[in-house]
């Protein structure tokens, strides 16, 4: 069950506004552990978000935002499933396990924001610093309460651990230019720096009779510093040109120690140890055209490159600094489309292609199935069609539609068996989806609005052989509003759909996540 609030308006008018929102939520666990007859995934959380903006003159405008977060789980949801049932086996099947150690999984966060925005004659400037901690602290059942029929033997009774602090702090001061001057400009500088701290984190297994222990404290720094720039200049009034750009340099730096020691005996000195560093430097350009056909209708085509930065895996046990090092993936992308807004029909559909170079990629270790690394394929694709559109039946009745079409496809991607993925999907990418909803507002103030969402075929592993095939979810919702007042009732899943929203491959097994089933929940929302 979820329950959420929303309050936001003016204590003293133009001068000073505030806004509060809230959540709560408690999940009854579904997964039942065989060896106690308990539920093993009840779940709880809470947030509370504030946000104030102040106006000291006409000019200035000073923000502020603040949000708490916190959860905690008792246990994972994901189930040791083995791949030989993956096909045919149920949920209600599959949510008998044998816990043998009670997890936790515990996270708080807290973050919070400054904007200052001053407004001069000639343009404007921004200034947002925003600030993240996050904790994470986590026990698990080594081998997730697999069964006996397909048990993990060598971490039957262990557990895995996971200790986790994240620290990020960013400024970014922006210029831009007013809506009095004959082009539109904006332009600045971005900084960021995060800190993550990992220890303990690791595993238990079994060994001739012994309980060996792993663990790889870490620390992790990443610090970017960036300048960018844009200009949207209009050659002629239906016809105009943007041209923009981001530098941005990337400092990575990762300290790791590996530990492997007999349960009860002193760690002693790391198996090994790495301390390295990389800086990852990158120009990301931008250029668009667009044209108005009509005052309604705009036809653009944009090309933009994309980036994401290299690192470090800090789960290794041993090896080079080239072994250890994952470099960055580059894309370029291109789009196409076309804009509409009428008086009863808005819309927007486009093409876009995407080649992409040095491709992040995800794999289990083969020796160690716990142990994750981030590494590079050679070439992928990836290309389709998106459209959105909403139409205005009557003053009552709104309909809208969402729909994509998405074709991916690796380049070479050599397995660590020799194999080669080229020519299959990029896994975590549906084939389509399709979202049809309505909305109805009645002249008194009652409302509903029911949406309708297909998703395609979606693999979850690059050789293509983990996949859940299409399945369709509904949602639904009620409420009331007047005069600032909303009050409203939800369901999520309204069929309660099985499916997986995530599988992860452990050699002859693996661990499955089934998507969330039928879900309550109410809401509360006054503007004053």
Do not use: C
């Not at 001739?208 to 610090?223: A, L």
């Not at 819309?347 to 794999?363: D, E, R, V």
Request: charged share 25%.
């Amino acid at each position: 069950m979820l329950g959420l609030f929303e309050t936001s308006g003016a204590l003293i008018d133009d001068k000073l506004f505030l806004g509060l929102n809230g959540s709560a939520s408690k999940e009854d666990g579904w997964i039942i552990n065989d060896l106690n007859g308990e539920k093993a995934n009840d779940k709880k959380n809470y947030n509370f978000g504030l946000n104030l903006k102040i106006v000291p003159t006409d000019r200035f405008t000073i923000k502020i935002y603040g949000d708490l977060f916190h959860r905690q789980d008792d246990s994972l949801d994901e189930l040791f499933i083995p791949k030989s049932k993956l096909g045919s086996i149920s949920k209600d099947e599959a949510k008998h396990i044998n816990l043998e150690t009670p997890a936790r999984v515990k996270q708080t966060s807290t973050s919070g924001a400054l904007d200052l925005k001053y407004e001069f004659d000639k343009f404007d400037v921004t200034s947002s610093t925003t600030y993240r901690k996050v904790k994470k602290d986590g026990l698990y059942d080594e081998d997730f309460g697999s069964k006996a029929t397909y048990l993990d033997p060598d971490h039957y009774g262990l557990v895995t651990f996971l200790n986790a602090k994240n620290d990020t702090i960013s400024e970014e001061l922006r210029f831009s230019g007013t809506d009095e001057q004959s082009f539109k400009w904006v332009g600045g500088l971005y900084f960021e720096n995060e800190k993550q701290v990992f220890g303990p984190i690791g595993d238990q297994y079994g060994d001739s009779g012994r309980t060996i222990v792993e663990d790889w404290p870490s620390i992790n720094r990443s610090r970017t510093a960036s300048a960018f720039g844009q200009i949207i200049y209009p050659v002629t009034s239906k016809f105009d040109v943007t041209l923009g750009g981001r530098y941005q340099q990337i400092k990575k730096h990762t300290m790791v120690d590996y530990f492997s020691y007999e349960l009860g005996q002193n760690p002693g000195a790391p198996v090994f140890s790495m301390d390295e560093k990389e800086t990852f430097r990158t120009f990301l350009p931008k250029f668009a055209l667009g044209y108005d056909i009509t005052d309604e209708l705009n036809i653009y085509a944009m090309y933009s490159k994309g980036y994401l930065a290299g690192g470090f895996n800090f789960y290794t046990t041993g090896g080079s600094r080239e072994d250890n090092k994952f470099d960055a993936q580059t894309s370029d992308d291109y789009e196409i489309g076309v804009k509409g807004s009428y008086d009863n029909f808005r819309f927007s559909t486009a093409l876009f292609y995407m080649a992409i170079k040095g491709t992040h990629i995800f794999y289990t270790d083969p020796n160690n199935t716990n142990i994750y690394y981030v590494a590079n394929a050679d070439k992928a694709t990836s290309m389709g069609a998106e459209f959105e559109g909403i139409v205005r039946v009557s003053k009552e009745l709104d309909i809208n539609l969402a729909a994509s079409l998405l074709k991916t496809k690796y380049g070479d991607y050599i397995n660590k068996d020799g194999t080669n993925n080229k020519g299959n999907k990029i896994e975590k990418n549906p084939e389509y989806k399709l979202s049809l909803g309505a909305s109805y507002y009645a002249p008194m103030g009652v409302y509903a609005r029911l949406d309708g969402n297909m998703i395609g075929k979606t693999y979850f592993d690059a050789q293509n052989k983990l996949a859940q095939k299409s399945y369709f979810t509904a949602d639904a919702k009620v409420g009331y509003l007047k005069d600032g007042f909303d009050v409203y009732f939800y369901v999520k899943n309204l069929t309660d759909k099985e499916y997986f929203s995530h599988i992860r491959d452990r050699a002859r097994n693996v661990l499955a996540t089934y998507g969330k089933g039928r879900m309550f929940g109410v809401g509360v929302r006054y503007s004053f």
